[in-house]
């Protein structure tokens, strides 16, 4: 699926090489508070889930669903309004069922933050990319006794990916109720004397 970004990206980085100037790179990240979760239980060596689903429902999870395949068992729904009370309810609600039925199955919990939440998160991320990458390139032409001139081109990688199944974006820090964004500016400069 994500072979398309992949190739476009490799293409446009190929075209920045070409083109006469100073390129470098700028990184940035950016962290924001979620507001609701998308939650994905896994249970291996597990081929009946009705218990685990019906655990994760009484945690909060109201829109739970279930999906089965050979040995493995996926519990996937959403909590709005997400606290860590919250978050923690789930995940005690997956190690209880675990001890029940020891030593199988293991269940992992995680935890999503959601698409709607990403692009305000994603935007401080591209100005601190962008800030990086001018930062970057002033460093180096201040060697050179040159001036930096217009952008001539610029390609970003990371930021807001298309979402996972069932409407995550990034896994969400528990401990703080935050995911992180990540964005990189590969940008060329123009040089001006």
């Given at each position: 699926?994500?072979?398309?970004?992949?190739?476009?990206?490799?293409?446009a980085?190929?075209?920045?090489?070409?083109?006469?100037?100073?390129?470098?790179?700028g990184?940035?990240?950016?962290?924001?508070?979620?507001?609701a979760?998308?939650?994905?239980?896994?249970?291996?060596?597990?081929?009946?889930?009705?218990g685990?689903?019906?655990?994760i429902?009484?945690?909060?999870?109201?829109?739970?669903?279930?999906?089965?395949?050979p040995?493995?068992?996926?519990?996937?729904?959403h909590?709005?309004?997400?606290?860590?009370?919250?978050?923690?309810?789930?995940?005690q609600?997956?190690?209880?069922?675990?001890k029940?039925?020891?030593?199988?199955?293991?269940?992992?919990?995680?935890?999503?933050?959601?698409?709607?939440?990403c692009?305000a998160?994603?935007?401080?991320?591209?100005?601190?990319?962008?800030?990086?990458?001018?930062r970057r390139?002033?460093?180096?032409?201040?060697?050179?006794n040159?001036?930096?001139g217009?952008v001539?081109?610029?390609?970003?990688?990371?930021?807001c990916?298309?979402?996972c199944?069932?409407?995550?974006?990034?896994?969400?820090?528990?401990?703080?109720?935050?995911?992180?964004?990540?964005?990189?500016?590969?940008?060329?400069?123009?040089?001006?004397?």
């Amino acid at each position: 699926m994500q072979k398309p970004c992949l190739v476009k990206q490799v293409v446009a980085s190929l075209a920045i090489l070409a083109l006469p100037g100073i390129t470098v790179v700028g990184t940035g990240s950016s962290t924001g508070e979620v507001r609701a979760v998308v939650v994905r239980v896994t249970a291996t060596g597990l081929t009946e889930g009705s218990g685990l689903l019906a655990r994760i429902r009484a945690a909060g999870v109201e829109d739970a669903a279930l999906d089965q395949e050979p040995a493995m068992v996926l519990v996937h729904g959403h909590l709005t309004e997400v606290t860590r009370a919250d978050v923690e309810a789930v995940s005690q609600a997956a190690r209880d069922y675990d001890k029940s039925h020891a030593p199988a199955p293991h269940a992992q919990v995680s935890f999503y933050g959601m698409a709607e939440d990403c692009p305000a998160i994603e935007q401080r991320a591209r100005r601190a990319a962008l800030e990086d990458a001018r930062r970057r390139a002033a460093e180096i032409v201040a060697w050179d006794n040159v001036r930096l001139g217009d952008v001539i081109a610029d390609v970003e990688a990371g930021g807001c990916q298309r979402p996972c199944p069932f409407g995550g974006m990034f896994l969400v820090d528990t401990s703080t109720m935050t995911m992180r964004v990540g964005v990189e500016e590969t940008m060329t400069f123009a040089i001006a004397k």
